[in-house]
């Protein structure tokens, strides 16, 4: 039987994770814990005009995260939202890195929500407009629509696959 992690919190700080001297530091009007509280969204307005904060979470927008609290234990995410999440890393470096990378994806779909399978391929999208390529293997036909390329294999898995059935 598969059992879920327990989180108890602190006993010292209440669960706010840093301690009082952290805590009476504030920049705006807002604490640490205050910060770490906020969405996505509320803390890319809250820090707009801080290029080096506000790029990143603009990607994390871009990507569909914008309701995720910056203090959100990766932990908590689905795996659409991971899967995201780690995609905003690669947009965010935009530039000839990305530009040079090739991604190749192994049934990224498995187990999304069709929001997600949505918010996933204008990640992909967004990683092939800064110049990446990007292989997937998948079955989803949401997914497969939305490509470029499609090359099918069959007819079957195993030793009765592997065959070229379809190109365009």
Known sequence: ???????????HCGGKR??????????RGKTICDVLNMTVDEASVFFKDKPGVAKPLQTLIRVGLGYVRLGQSTATLSGGEFQRLRLSVYLDAGGSEASETLYIFDEPT??????????????????????????????????????????ELGPEGGPNGGHVLFTG
Request: with cysteine.
């Open 18 to 27: 840093f301690v009082d001297a952290v805590l009476s530091v504030t920049y």
């Open 110 to 151: 498995v187990g999304l929500h069709m929001q997600d399978v949505a918010n996933l391929v204008s990640s992909m999208q967004a990683l092939v407009e800064i110049g990446a390529s990007i292989v997937v293997i998948e079955h989803n036909l949401d997914l497969i629509a939305q490509s470029h390329y499609v090359i």
């Open 1 to 11: 039987m598969f059992l879920n992690d327990i989180t108890i919190p602190c006993d």
